[in-house]
């Protein structure tokens, strides 16, 4: 893990969505921030399957990281000048016993 973190960019954030009203009683769905983290992104060649239970999920990069609380319904956002939006499809540090994450995600187009 020491020579993957030398490679991690700060800038990154997890937003979560959240249930709200507006002021006319009506339901609202937002993305609000989870937590602030650094990592790294990487594109995948081509689409990569990943099964889990009955799905199928469909990645084109994976997010490397410390664990953390991260959703599959969540979305990882790269703040800056290139600021990119992909949304988490699998995420899962069982490989590594607690040392980095690897979360699958989607490039939002």
């Known amino acids: 893990?020491?020579?993957m973190k030398k490679y991690f960019e700060t800038g990154w954030n997890v937003l979560r969505p959240?249930?709200?009203q507006d002021a006319a009683g009506?339901?609202?769905n937002t993305l609000s921030?989870?937590?602030s983290l650094t990592g790294r992104m990487r594109p995948l060649t081509g689409d990569k399957r990943i099964s889990a239970e009955k799905d199928t999920?469909?990645?084109d990069h994976v997010f490397y990281c410390e664990p953390v609380d991260i959703l599959?319904?969540?979305v990882i956002f790269k703040t800056g000048s290139t600021a990119t939006t992909y949304t988490v499809k699998h995420a899962s540090d069982m490989m590594t016993m607690d040392r980095?994450?690897?979360?699958y995600t989607e490039l939002i187009r």
């Open 100 to 103: 980095s994450m690897q979360v």
């Open 33 to 35: 921030t989870h937590l």
């Open 26 to 28: 009506g339901v609202v």
């Open 57 to 59: 999920y469909f990645a």
């Open 72 to 74: 599959e319904s969540d």
């Open 1 to 3: 893990m020491k020579t």
């Open 18 to 20: 959240a249930v709200t």
